[in-house]
């Protein structure tokens, strides 16, 4: 069980990045997926979740309307589209599936950094 983050970049306040998770030795659908966020001195914290079955999803309020999270089963893969980018969503991105051991499986992470 494996998740492999990607995307991550410089960006100005205002801009567009779309992050992807990719999954390998199950099948996200099946499972409960997350992207959390953490920045230099705070708590991670999570901002998006999807639960393919029955498609629901459910956001932070600080990203509400701005953030959105999708999957591709045929690619067994979760996005982050993050637009309207503010210097505050400036953190390590990390995906997390409630698979593979009790506290779930986290990605290595993916540095996104909002700055003009």
């Known amino acids: 069980v494996q998740l492999v983050e990607s995307g991550g970049g410089l960006v100005q306040p205002g801009g567009s990045l779309r992050l992807s998770c990719a999954a390998s030795g199950f099948a996200f659908r099946n499972y409960a997926m997350s992207w959390f966020r953490q920045a230099p001195g705070k708590e991670r914290e999570r901002v998006a979740a999807l639960v393919s079955v029955g498609d629901r999803t459910n956001y932070a309020d600080s990203v509400k309307g701005r953030f959105t999270i999708s999957g591709d089963n045929a690619k067994n893969t979760v996005y982050l589209q993050m637009n309207n980018l503010k210097p505050e969503d400036t953190a390590v991105y990390y995906c997390?599936?409630?698979?593979?051991?009790?506290?779930?499986?986290w990605g290595r992470g993916t540095q996104v950094t909002v700055s003009s």
């Open positions: 997390h599936a409630w698979v593979g051991t009790p506290g779930g499986t």
